[in-house]
């Protein structure tokens, strides 16, 4: 019973801290958001629509997500779902990445489901809004190829730091809480990959932080080639 009683209250102590993250960055992103200039006019029912639309095809590809091997343990997997979200971000603002973000992370639990006691989703949407939300306010600011361009950098940048603090910090002893393995089997893991892992610290460091890099990279050289010419005809934009 007590073991139960355990299980029961870090459940509900792991879903009250993810309904106070996902309520903090809405508010913030609606926050910063009345701040930024030059935000574009659109009707309610065609920024539902557009955020309907990159929510889908970021669950679509969140759900195509593959691991690294040779960078971190399978349960760490790569995915470009930031794409479309961050496409709806560089049309509509900040708010919208949160809500793409959001939505994307229901869709793909309501097709596929959770392999890592929801975890990792938390873990997808809380690091993905680190990426997206400093490179959508940095390009609003500065509305240019060169101002997208720093963004992203910028946004790559706080993805790696706090997504690598995050897990040292919450996520992997969480984790280890909820999927009831073990930490030391954990960084086991990790040490069959880079010789140097013997701690939580060296784990995230050798592993969580050049997979965030890499995805980093990947996601915003994508957006940077598919922008206008897949952004243009989605969103009917005329300029």
């Not at 992203?152 to 996520?171: Q, R, W």
Request: with cysteine; proline share 5%.
């Amino acid at each position: 019973m007590s073991k139960l009683w355990s299980e029961l209250v870090n459940n509900v102590s792991f879903v009250f801290v993810c309904t106070l993250v996902l309520v903090a960055l809405a508010i913030v992103s609606s926050l910063v958001e009345r701040k930024l200039p030059q935000l574009r006019k659109v009707s309610r029912a065609r920024r539902v629509s557009i955020i309907g639309i990159c929510s889908a095809l970021a669950a679509v590809l969140h759900i195509l997500d593959f691991p690294l091997p040779f960078l971190a343990p399978g349960f760490y997997k790569l995915d470009f779902s930031e794409v479309p979200v961050l496409l709806a971000g560089f049309f509509l603002g900040p708010s919208a990445t949160v809500a793409c973000e959001g939505v994307k992370i229901l869709l793909k639990l309501l097709l596929k489901g959770t392999s890592t006691a929801f975890v990792g989703d938390f873990a997808n949407f809380v690091v993905g809004c680190c990426f997206v939300l400093p490179a959508v306010v940095f390009y609003h600011i500065r509305k240019t190829k060169t101002g997208a361009v720093i963004g992203l950098v910028i946004g790559t940048l706080c993805m790696t730091v706090f997504g690598t603090a995050f897990n040292a910090v919450y996520l992997l002893p969480k984790f280890s809480e909820l999927f009831h393995m073990p930490l030391d089997k954990i960084i086991a893991m990790g040490a069959d990959i880079h010789a140097g892992i013997s701690s939580v610290s060296s784990f995230v460091f050798w592993c969580v932080a050049p997979l965030n890099l890499v995805k980093g990279a990947v996601v915003s050289l994508l957006t940077m080639l598919l922008y206008k010419h897949v952004a243009a005809p989605l969103f009917q934009i005329k300029k």
